[in-house]
């Protein structure tokens, strides 16, 4: 039984760092730009697709440029659709981002069809990993280290870089770091780049692990926004203490309880809001009060 339940909980922090890949790219741009993507999980199943394409076509080498194409595919839709609403009713967003992930979902169905697609795993990754009690395949150990990697190189992108100040600076008062000469439409198209690439990232990695189908992002959207809703708005450490919570949750409740799998992140996101309202690291933001 211990076996097992270590086992499980590794399988749910590997769940719980892909839904902070996710998460971390749907705070940023919401925190900097005061828009909810509803498009955000799209983009997640776009990293999937191109992922899938790329490695069938080129390799698993190939595959690993999915997550670039799809942070240049969000910045194209920044500057031609998503500028067009900054200052304007926060509720045209929701419905644009919302038609875009309706768009994007039809044209994944009608080039790849609704049926589910198989993605293998790279060869050298296959098989399986034991220490001690915890037996797991070598493959979510890879997506375990990458995801940390990637959170730990954005991290150190926004608390140490200059652009990365711009972008921490921007998210609280965005009128006057324009003020103060910085481009802010250039800072607000790579942020939503960036935001879609990590979306991206997730969707290549997720991909051998669940099933590749065009209504994969519906099912991610929500845990990302239920672990920016625990976590605390625009918190870099509340979205990886909530995702590896939600995770966590997740696989132990498919494990012991799996009539409830469904419902339990929303148990604990009910069951923390209670408790902190912003959510564990949430802090106040003016400019949304």
């Not at 690993?64 to 910045?75: D, H, I, K």
């Not at 493959?139 to 190189?153: D, E």
């Not at 997720?206 to 209504?215: E, H, N, Y």
Request: charged content about 10%; glycine content about 14%; overall charge positive.
């Amino acid at each position: 039984m211990l076996e097992m339940i270590i086992s499980q909980a590794v399988n749910g922090l590997v769940l719980g760092f892909l839904y902070v890949l996710i998460a971390i790219g749907l705070s940023i741009i919401f925190g900097m730009l005061g828009i909810v993507n509803f498009a955000h999980g799209a983009f997640f199943a776009i990293g999937a697709y191109l992922a899938l394409v790329l490695n069938a076509q080129f390799g698993w080498g190939a595959a690993l440029l999915a997550p670039l194409l799809v942070g240049g595919l969000g910045m194209l839709v920044e500057l031609v659709l998503i500028r067009r609403l900054y200052g304007k009713e926060p509720l045209l967003g929701l419905i644009l981002t919302f038609a875009l992930a309706l768009l994007f979902e039809a044209v994944l169905r009608l080039i790849f069809g609704g049926a589910a697609m198989p993605f293998a795993t790279p060869k050298a990754l296959g098989g399986f990993v034991e220490f001690g009690p915890i037996l797991t395949t070598r493959f979510r150990l890879i997506v375990m280290a990458v995801t940390v990697a990637a959170m730990a190189g954005f991290w150190a992108f926004i608390s140490f870089t200059p652009f990365g100040r711009i972008i921490r600076a921007g998210s609280r008062d965005p009128e006057m770091v324009g003020l103060l000469g910085i481009n802010l439409p250039v800072v607000l198209t790579f942020v939503f780049g960036v935001g879609c690439l990590l979306a991206g990232m997730g969707g290549m990695l997720a991909g051998p692990l669940l099933t590749v189908v065009p209504s994969m992002g519906s099912g991610a959207i929500m845990p990302a926004f239920v672990i920016v809703t625990i976590g605390g708005l625009g918190s870099y450490p509340g979205a990886i203490v909530a995702g590896l919570m939600v995770g966590l949750v997740t696989a132990m409740t498919v494990q012991f309880a799996p009539d409830w799998s469904g419902a339990a992140m929303y148990v604990l996101m009910a069951v923390v809001l209670v408790v902190r309202p912003r959510g564990l690291f949430g802090e106040k933001w003016e400019r949304f009060e």
